[in-house]
């Protein structure tokens, strides 16, 4: 059971455009939403958070967007630098209890010049 | 401002042997998390500590495998008798008690079971 998702497996994007990342997700306890960067053979590097009492929260170049009712959040990057190319998850977490992370598989994001 | 560091970065070990990977959190952060990452897929949680006391394991978590957090600071996760399918990247995070709080990761240990 996939509880956080991120169907796109790859994005490739221009340098100088937007980069758009999506998750979605299904448990409604969620309630702290995160995006990680990655890099191989390195731990994910944070980026930038939302709560579940916001709608959106901007940071930089970097801007997550949730909408609740549809259990769905994104990433906004612009504009996009070729070092944004990496492996980018999301994550969420209940409010309650360990506040564990549940990832979603990743989205690999190619920056062109 | 010193991150969560993890130690060693890399290991190979053949199968049968036991393992043991050390991670340092971040000083102020109480709550440690290790996790466990595999090829193309996002990491798993597998325990969480608050101080010294391991509060939650994942059903990941065998009995092979035994986490410690002895003096509420650094924590060890030995993993006994290795098998191929524990070839993984492990992963240590560190936060904050309370809510909205970032977990912030370490550089992650590489084993290879051979």
């Known amino acids: 059971d996939q509880q956080v998702k991120q169907n796109s497996p790859s994005l490739s994007v221009q340098e100088g455009r937007i980069s758009i990342l999506n998750c979605d997700y299904t448990?409604?306890?969620?309630?702290?939403f995160l995006w990680y960067k990655k890099y191989p053979a390195e731990g994910p590097t944070f980026l930038i958070s939302?709560?579940?009492?916001?709608d959106k929260n901007e940071d930089g170049r970097f801007t997550v967007f949730l909408n609740k009712s549809a259990k769905h959040l994104s990433l906004h990057i612009v504009p996009s630098q070729p070092g944004d190319s990496a492996v980018y998850f999301c994550?969420?977490?209940?409010?309650?209890?360990?506040?564990?992370?549940?990832f979603g598989q990743g989205t690999r994001l190619t920056i062109n010049p | 401002d010193t991150g969560v560091s993890q130690d060693p970065r890399h290991k190979i070990t053949k199968r049968g042997q036991n393992v043991t990977f050390r991670c340092d959190p971040i000083?102020?952060?109480?709550?440690l998390y290790w996790y466990r990452q595999t090829l193309g897929q996002g990491p798993e949680f597998l325990t969480y500590?608050?101080?010294?006391?391991?509060?939650?394991k994942s059903r990941l978590l065998s009995d092979r495998f035994s986490a410690e957090r002895p003096k509420g600071s650094f924590s060890t996760l030995e993993i006994q008798r290795t098998e191929q399918g524990d070839s993984a990247m492990y992963l240590c995070?560190?936060?904050?008690?309370?809510?909205?709080?970032?977990?912030?990761f370490g550089p992650g240990t590489r084993l290879l079971v051979l």
């Open positions: 000083s102020e952060h109480n709550r």
């Open positions: 994550a969420a977490s209940e409010f309650q209890g360990a506040q564990k992370l549940v």
């Open positions: 500590f608050q101080n010294e006391a391991q509060l939650e």
């Open positions: 448990n409604s306890m969620f309630d702290y």
């Open positions: 995070a560190s936060r904050r008690q309370g809510a909205w709080e970032t977990q912030y």
């Open positions: 939302i709560s579940s009492i916001k």
